[in-house]
């Protein structure tokens, strides 16, 4: 096992993002825009009964799913949250393939079967959402440790929740991924709210990513309303994890919704509702890009066009992609097949009746 005297078997590389022009800046609105007008569908589809079990949106969360993404080379490897839509999209796995595991439909990123916090997809190494808070962080390390043993180049970035960093597995990962600098950032996804409770009354440091001092690694907080600063926090924190330095990076970025689509948010003032509708990242992006020259009324109309119809044809892809058969419950529930590996379908017996009803 490598021991916190080893020496990282990676040779730092220079990142191969280069720093935001003009046509980044652009890119990310766009990008912004079509998750926004994607999860505002999917909440729509969900009141529609199109949607079943939980639904978390990244209404708010859209300049750091843009930045962060943008940020990482192809053979990174991402672990996502539940909240993981946007990032799925931003990641480059088509609209109508996310759409249609949202409907639960064969189609669908992860065969229907994954629903909303269960997407999957190698080939773009999104490597999935988890419903249990807190289940990618040990994994996410564990990938990274796989990457410093085959001494590849990839990255390991793992995002999580304000929450998860009160749960056990939060400071375990952190430690071993500090003792045996694994190449890996963490992120933070900061909007204030754990569920219902604040994080200053969760967490006696607020201020997140200070829990890294606890592990002698280095970290930042970033505002998460702005794509620029999180896409050049997160080419640092690569940067670092690749010569085998881990990182821990917070970003800042407010919830527009409840925590999920069925939840009312009630616990909000109007009047903090009113700042976080102020602050809509989106709406700030456009106006500061066109105050920059770079954004017309015009290209923000067509830019918003293209993405509603894009978002549209994923719906109606999605509407007329078949339901997963049955017989297919139990594919995928292993890697490989397992011995006495159940198969029954629930009110099945444990073994075979006979055909006269009488056991042997």
């Known amino acids: 096992m490598p021991t916190s005297t080893s020496a990282p078997r990676r040779r730092r590389r220079p990142p191969t993002n280069p720093a935001a022009d003009d046509a980044q800046l652009l890119a990310f609105y766009r990008q912004m825009v079509l998750v926004r007008r994607f999860e505002e569908r999917a909440a729509r589809a969900y009141t529609e009964a199109r949607i079943g079990g939980y639904c978390h949106l990244n209404l708010g969360e859209e300049a750091t799913v843009a930045g962060l993404a943008a940020a990482l080379d192809p053979t990174d490897y991402l672990f996502a949250t539940y909240r993981e839509h946007g990032y799925a999209l931003a990641r480059g796995i088509a609209p109508e393939r996310v759409m249609a595991e949202l409907y639960g439909r064969t189609d669908g990123v992860s065969g229907g079967w994954g629903g909303s916090m269960h997407m999957f997809d190698a080939d773009t190494r999104f490597m999935g959402g988890y419903g249990i808070v807190g289940g990618q962080v040990p994994l996410a390390t564990g ?62 440091e607020p201020e997140l990513h200070r829990r890294a001092a606890a592990y002698r ?85 067509e830019i918003d066009a293209d993405a509603t119809a894009t978002v549209a044809a994923a719906a109606d892809f999605a509407e007329h992609s ?20 159940a198969r029954r379908l629930p009110g099945e017996p444990l073994f075979p009746v006979p055909a006269n009803g009488v056991p042997a």
């Open 143 to 204: 990938a990274a440790l796989a990457i410093e043993y085959r001494g590849g180049g990839e990255a390991v970035v793992c995002l999580l929740g304000d929450g998860t960093t009160n749960i056990g597995a939060f400071h375990e990962s952190l430690n071993l991924a500090a003792l045996w600098h694994l190449p890996i950032v963490y992120v933070i996804v900061n909007n204030g709210l754990g569920m219902g409770t604040t994080v200053e009354q969760a967490s006696a």
């Open 217 to 301: 690694m280095d970290s930042a907080r970033v505002d998460g309303n702005d794509p620029t600063a999180v896409y050049d926090a997160v080419r640092t924190a690569l940067a670092g994890a690749r010569a085998g330095r881990p990182y821990l990076l917070e970003t800042v970025s407010g919830r527009l919704k409840g925590h999920s689509v069925v939840d009312p948010a009630k616990y909000r003032s109007r009047a903090e509702a009113a700042a976080l509708a102020a602050a809509d990242p989106v709406a700030a992006y456009a106006v500061r890009l066109h105050g920059a020259g770079l954004l017309t009324d015009e290209l923000i109309a």
């Open 322 to 341: 078949p339901h997963p058969d049955v017989s297919t419950l139990f594919d995928h529930t292993y890697a490989t097949p397992v011995p006495n590996d």
